[in-house]
């Protein structure tokens, strides 16, 4: 099933269609939307977020249709997800439903009680957020996390990992900003030394919100957008559901809600159905969430190679071709980023590190 839907999301990308009879690959689910931090780059603090938890009855449902053809579900919002107090109850009803989980954690509340319950679950991605390499960089973008307990929760994390042999893929990610761009080095050579982890990153802010003017300029919808044929969609914890995770952060609308309607007819409703169009015809700029986007677009050829393989393939190879790409390994039109901003072009990297056992 997961074969064949795979199989008609590229026949419906390589021919533009704007309906396409299937449904998306992945997905990023809000079971929260409560946090214990404040982040001036996150856009709950532009967006307020009620304290509530996403219903059984909703994430049951979005499962339930979604669970013949997803491969990937990311437990993340704008919420932590470890303030869910039903987050692993999610992460296994969604591995009986043969869908691999995906989470990221600010880390606050990785004590050693909740890494072993990690460990123990089926969770297969984990990524450990941590802006900066210093004490005043990580708690100015982490307002209420002590920069010495929350590297100390990742390192114990790690380590267990390492030592049960086993356990989900870990990355240690860092959002490069203003004031952690100079600590790369040293975050790199840090995170890369402990056992247990397995990947090390650099990304790009992606929010608009530390770069309002960001986006992208005419010239890039050469290609359409992946998000509108691939996913993910975004799942608001209402059942609110959005073409991607960026149109949320930007004003977008839903296109639809889980607990109304069915999944299916939100995925080619009239309003995805339009969105394809524009873009198939290269038009994507026309729409003003587009438009603001910070996202990178990748080439038809990396969308089609992400749809010929199994989500979970995907996620293994997608850190080293961005690598290759990014240090002109491939040819760089490969990836399309936004051009508005001034930003160094090595800004946006992905660095991956072989685990260290």
């Not at 979604?66 to 993340?76: P, V």
């Amino acid at each position: 099933m997961r074969a064949w839907n795979r199989a008609k999301l590229l026949w419906g990308y390589l021919r533009r269609r704007e309906q396409l009879g299937a449904l998306p690959v992945e997905y990023i689910v809000e079971t929260t939307a409560k946090c214990n931090l404040y982040c001036p780059m996150c856009p709950r603090e532009t967006f307020k977020q009620p304290k509530e938890d996403m219903t059984d009855a909703i994430f049951d449902r979005l499962v339930t249709e979604a669970g013949q053809s997803a491969e990937h579900m990311m437990l993340i919002g704008l919420g932590e997800p470890f303030l869910d107090p039903k987050i692993f109850d999610r992460i296994e009803y969604c591995e009986r439903h043969q869908v691999h989980t995906l989470l990221s954690t600010n880390g606050t509340l990785l004590d050693e009680e909740s890494a072993k319950r990690i460990l123990e679950s089926p969770l297969a991605h984990i990524t450990l957020s941590f802006d900066g390499s210093t004490k005043e960089s990580f708690e100015y973008y982490r307002k209420g996390a002590r920069f010495e307990r929350v590297r100390d929760n990742f390192v114990r994390f790690a380590k267990m990992k390492a030592e049960r042999g086993s356990g989900p893929q870990v990355v240690v990610q860092m959002v490069r900003m203003e004031r952690n761009a100079g600590e790369v080095d040293e975050f790199m050579k840090f995170w890369a030394a402990v056992p247990g982890v397995d990947e090390v990153r650099i990304k790009e802010d992606e929010t608009n919100l530390m770069r309002p003017d960001a986006g992208h300029a005419a010239g890039d919808w050469k290609h359409p957008c992946h998000y509108l044929w691939r996913g993910p969609m975004y799942v608001k914890w209402n059942g609110d559901i959005y073409p991607c995770c960026q149109s949320y952060m930007v004003e977008g609308k839903p296109v639809g809600n889980i607990g109304e309607q069915p999944l299916a007819a939100i995925f080619d409703s009239a309003e995805m159905r339009r969105m394809r169009k524009l873009h198939a015809e290269g038009r994507g700029g026309e729409i003003e969430i587009c438009s603001r986007c910070c996202t990178t677009i990748p080439h038809p050829v990396l969308v089609a190679g992400s749809l010929l393989l199994h989500g979970a393939t995907v996620r293994r190879l997608l850190p080293w071709v961005e690598r290759l790409t990014y240090f002109a390994k491939l040819p760089k039109r490969l990836l399309t980023p936004p051009k508005r901003q001034a930003v160094p072009e090595d800004l946006v990297q992905i660095d991956t590190r072989p685990p260290v056992r």
